[in-house]
């Protein structure tokens, strides 16, 4: 049976709707022929959780866990909010009514964090899955995002051991709605934009959750 190693931040106990796209696609891979194995952070910090998609996870799957660098742990120091508070997304974007130290540490999340506040999992989840790769062999490599933190994962993964890399899109990276609300600088975008076209451009194929959003990349995005 061929192994391919999904990479993905959200898993359960989270409960990011996202997560439910690796988790049932996973469960039915076996039938096709190819073990999964899943590469994911330690810990979520956000406050959405739901422990009854714990079930959904079979014992026998593998699920390598790695420790990851959490922007928002800053963010809550900066704005005084305390280490256990939890946080969400939305919350973190918003600038509605927020202070200035608020204001101060959204410029520097959507201008310095890229392709976005996960980074921090970048280099720790790379070593994760460099220890895996070396010892067990891989066919394949699909990662999903957003964050699209990972989709670097897969790319820098992929490219190592000379891999297919599937991205799996299911919100857009650079045209992510809540960038429309926040302007933000040429440099940061235009990093961006690079990552994004050269995950795309190594990639074997992609996935996009949605006919309109891989038209959006069809038309935008030379593959």
């Known amino acids: 049976m061929k192994k391919v190693l999904f990479i993905t931040y959200y898993w359960p106990p989270s409960g990011k709707a996202s997560l439910q796209w690796p988790l049932k696609i996973i469960k039915h891979l076996p039938v096709f022929g190819w073990q999964p194995v899943v590469l994911t952070v330690e810990d979520d910090t956000f406050s959405d959780k739901d422990e009854s998609f714990l079930k959904e996870v079979t014992e026998d799957l593998k699920v390598i866990k790695t420790k990851a660098l959490e922007p928002f742990n800053l963010y809550k120091k900066f704005t005084g909010k305390g280490k256990d508070s939890k946080l969400s997304a939305s919350e973190t974007i918003s600038t509605k009514n927020k202070s200035l130290a608020h204001r101060l540490s959204i410029w520097i999340r959507m201008n310095l964090f890229i392709p976005d506040a996960r980074i921090g999992w970048y280099f720790p989840a790379v070593k994760g899955g460099t220890n895996f790769i070396s010892n067990e062999k891989i066919d394949a490599v699909v990662s999903v995002g957003p964050p699209h ?32 609300n926040f302007k933000r600088n040429s440099i940061a975008l235009k990093i961006d934009n690079r990552l994004e076209r050269s995950v795309l451009q190594n990639a074997a194929a992609a996935v996009f959750v949605t006919n309109m959003m891989k038209e959006d990349y069809q038309k935008n995005i030379l593959f």
């Open 149 to 180: 933190t990972a989709h670097l994962i897969g790319k820098k993964l992929s490219v190592k051991y000379k891999l297919a890399h599937i991205p799996v899109f299911i919100d857009p990276w650079v045209d992510i709605a809540y960038y429309q």
